[in-house]
């Protein structure tokens, strides 16, 4: 039977072979060694119009089959030492594998190839005192006596100590907006406090005073009355509360942008 190939599209003569094992579909633990003897002849019967050189390797081949072929007709050798008979074909079956590892080999090392040219790298930007840096103790003495006991027993009191700073009632909430604090309410309540009260302290002053921002603002609008002759302040000692004394007899009207005096 005679199958028309072109022997360009091969690399050599095993394959060559691989392909004619592959469209017969044949086990190539069994080839029929007379058939694709056959068809690998009817492959390269072209040789005299081919180039000798690159045909010499197809040619050796040739031989190779015949000489397979012609070994099957005659009475199967047997193997001294193991008693078995040996097989001719044994030899070209295990070239025909390595070739086709290496074949598929290369082709998978093609693939990656292609693949790496997708790739890009980043250079290291670390900072030269990390990259200098030494462990001063090995961490294998660090670790050498944990245990997965106190691997768990370490995990669970940082799993422990996260939840604690979790709020049980903030943390449920929504997104809280924060109201701003008008600087020009803030002065005027503080001065009509002042007013009322006359001599108070700082801590009474903040009474009722809703977050971290309207006592920010509280203590702004003291140091301004105070700057402004308003207000006399005392602090006996460090961490002593702060005694106020508001001197004033009436309010002054203030503006965020202008100031007092309007």
Do not use: W
């Not at 694709?36 to 045909?55: N, V």
């Not at 012609?70 to 044994?90: F, N």
């Not at 799993?159 to 600087?183: A, Q, T």
Request: proline share 3%; net charge negative.
């Amino acid at each position: 039977m005679s199958i028309p190939i072109k022997l360009d599209a091969f690399e050599g003569p095993l394959d060559l072979l691989l392909h004619l094992i592959d469209i017969n579909k044949i086990n190539i633990y069994d080839i029929p060694i007379a058939l694709i003897t056959d068809q690998y002849l009817d492959a390269i019967r072209g040789i005299e119009e081919q180039d000798l050189d690159s045909m010499s390797e197809f040619l050796l081949m040739a031989s190779t089959l015949l000489r397979i072929k012609s070994k099957m007709l005659l009475p199967k050798e047997v193997d001294e030492e193991t008693g078995e008979e040996i097989d001719p074909r044994a030899e070209l079956v295990e070239r025909l594998l390595e070739y086709k590892m290496y074949k598929y080999t290369s082709l998978e090392l093609k693939d990656m190839a292609v693949d790496a040219d997708r790739v890009f790298f980043k250079k290291s930007n670390l900072p030269p005192e990390i990259l200098n840096y030494h462990e001063t103790v090995p961490v294998s003495e660090l670790l050498n006596d944990i245990t997965l006991s106190k691997l768990n027993d370490i995990f669970e009191s940082v799993m422990k100590r996260r939840e604690d700073k979790i709020d049980p009632v903030r943390s449920k909430f929504g997104k809280i907006e924060k109201e701003e604090v008008s600087l020009t309410k803030k002065m005027y309540s503080v001065q009509e406090y002042g007013l009322l009260n006359r001599h108070f302290s700082f801590k009474k002053l903040l009474e009722g005073g809703s977050d971290k921002m309207d006592v920010i603002v509280t203590f702004l609008c003291v140091l301004e009355l105070m700057k402004m002759g308003r207000m006399n302040v005392v602090q006996n000692d460090i961490f002593d509360d702060i005694e106020i004394e508001y001197t004033a007899d009436d309010i002054v009207d203030f503006d965020e942008n202008n100031g007092f005096g309007l």
